[in-house]
């Protein structure tokens, strides 16, 4: 029997991997983020850490559960909250959940699409604040989305998803990614794929070559009637670029799922006109949340039985 740390609450069901092979959970009352020093501290007293994007597993914890932790898994496709580099170094496997969340995040990421060109939160709040004095023929004034041009950048698996929605309401799909996909659409050049899309939508993981990859110079390609939405990683956009951008009217409207500084939001960007703005929910179905959560238990299980899941990826 191994100890495991689940570093938040998890949906009924989600740990029942680990349960079933009769590990001992070390679960926390509070569905609070466990401090660094905390993380610190327990690392060493556990085998397994199932944890979410909101635990910073740095070179500091993984050192500190050298020699007895043996696997960290997230709770979450994205693992940019690890330090993987030094896992892989001490021994110590990663693993993540893809696959279970891309049809629902691309759900999301269409939400935001249709959200953000229709102008759907200037206009509710107007109405819910009472702003609203009736039907005008000039008033939220959006952008279509039928017929669009959209272009998505990253086409991994979220950015397919999206893309096979986009056909359904009868947008041109354009794509662009580090390699030619070989699929129809690709563009070679991302500044090609800003200057020519309507609606840009980002599905690249973060690393430090995506960090800002959308700032003030890639915001100024793209044209003035243009959409931008992120469901990806915050910092994949500078959000004082986009700011800027929405208020100068350099781009037409914003969709975002992430910011740079979660939970805090940009104050420029939450007085930004024509922005929608979500609190990080791209995955937030019931049933997708406790697939994933499945998943990362499955994978630290199975690293803790000395078998190798699918969705490791670092070792
Ligand atoms: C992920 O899995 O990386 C998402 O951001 C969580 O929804």
């Known amino acids: 029997?191994?100890?495991?740390?689940?570093?938040?609450?998890?949906?009924?069901?989600?740990?029942?991997?680990?349960?079933?092979?009769?590990?001992e959970l070390i679960e926390r009352d509070k569905d609070t983020p466990l401090s660094h020093d905390e993380l610190v501290a327990t690392a060493p007293t556990v085998d397994a850490i199932v944890c979410l994007l909101t635990d910073r597993i740095d070179a500091e914890v993984l050192e500190a559960g050298a020699g007895r932790l043996r696997v960290v898994a997230n709770v979450a496709v994205g693992y940019d909250n690890i330090d993987v580099a030094s896992a892989t170094e001490h021994g110590i496997a990663v693993c993540n959940t893809p696959g279970v969340l891309d049809e629902t995040t691309a759900d999301l990421a269409f939400l935001l699409i249709l959200a953000a060109s229709r102008l759907a939160s200037d206009a509710e709040a107007d109405l819910r604040d009472g702003r609203w004095e009736g039907w005008g023929i000039n008033q939220y004034l959006g952008r279509d989305v039928h017929g669009a041009v959209l272009g998505v950048v990253g086409f991994g698996r979220i950015g397919q998803a999206v893309a096979r929605r986009a056909t359904g309401f009868g947008m041109e799909v354009l794509h662009h990614a580090r390699h030619d996909t070989g699929f129809p659409g690709y563009i070679v050049d991302l500044d090609d794929l800003l200057s020519l899309a309507d609606i840009v939508s980002l599905h690249v993981p973060l690393s430090p070559e995506t960090r800002h990859l959308i700032s003030r110079a890639e915001l100024e390609r793209m044209k003035p009637s243009a959409v931008l939405v992120n469901t990806a990683r915050g910092p994949v956009v500078d959000e004082v670029a986009l700011?800027?951008?929405?208020?100068?009217?350099?781009?037409?409207?914003?969709?975002?799922d992430v910011f740079e500084a979660e939970p805090k939001v940009h104050p420029r960007l939450l007085a930004a006109p024509r922005t929608v703005l979500l609190p990080h929910i791209g995955s937030a179905s019931l049933a997708t949340r406790t697939r994933m959560a499945r998943i990362a238990s499955e994978g630290a299980r199975a690293v803790l039985s000395g078998e190798t899941p699918a969705n490791v990826v670092g070792a």
Not at 6 to 23: F, I, K, M, Q, S
Request: proline residues 5%; hydrophobic residues 50%.
């Open 243 to 256: 700011a800027e951008a929405l208020e100068t009217g350099a781009i037409f409207a914003a969709g975002l």
């Open 1 to 23: 029997m191994s100890r495991v740390l689940v570093t938040r609450r998890l949906p009924d069901g989600g740990l029942d991997p680990l349960v079933e092979a009769g590990h």
